[in-house]
Nanobody, 116 residues
Framework: QVQLVESGGGLVQPGGSLRLSCAASVSISRINAMGWYRQTPGKERERVAI????GAFYLDSVKGRFTVGQRQNTVYLQMNNLKPEDTAEYSCYAEIETAWGRFDYWGQGTQVTVSS
């Protein structure tokens, strides 16, 4: 059973920083992509940042403030200069090869709240 275990998140003031991490329960050789999505009530989920084929891709609104990184089977999201509009539930994502094919997996989600 593939699992993505997240940590980090919480409450931070505008301009502050947070770091999210997510560890997959599989070896890096089976991971095609890893990254982060976020969602707020009433809005569609949006992709914040992802690492795929060795490249990192970002949502326009977080470019220059967020940095995604991967070390082995763990993906990180360093979030700097946070803004109230970054408030959302953040979920880790991974595309993983299994014996039955390629599947998408999600973490349990972690709340990030940016407020003074």
């Amino acid at each position: 059973q593939v699992q993505l275990v997240e940590s980090g998140g919480g409450l931070v003031q505008p301009g502050g920083s947070l770091r999210l991490s997510c560890a997959a329960s599989v070896s890096i050789s089976r991971i095609n992509a890893m990254g982060w999505y976020r969602q707020t009530p009433g809005k569609e989920r949006e992709r914040v940042a992802i690492i795929i084929d060795g490249g990192a891709f970002y949502l326009d609104s977080v470019k220059g403030r967020f940095t995604v990184g991967q070390r082995q089977n763990t993906v990180y999201l360093q979030m700097n200069n946070l803004k109230p509009e970054d408030t959302a539930e953040y979920s880790c994502y991974a595309e993983i090869e299994t014996a039955w094919g390629r599947f998408d997996y999600w973490g349990q989600g972690t709340q990030v709240t940016v407020s003074s």
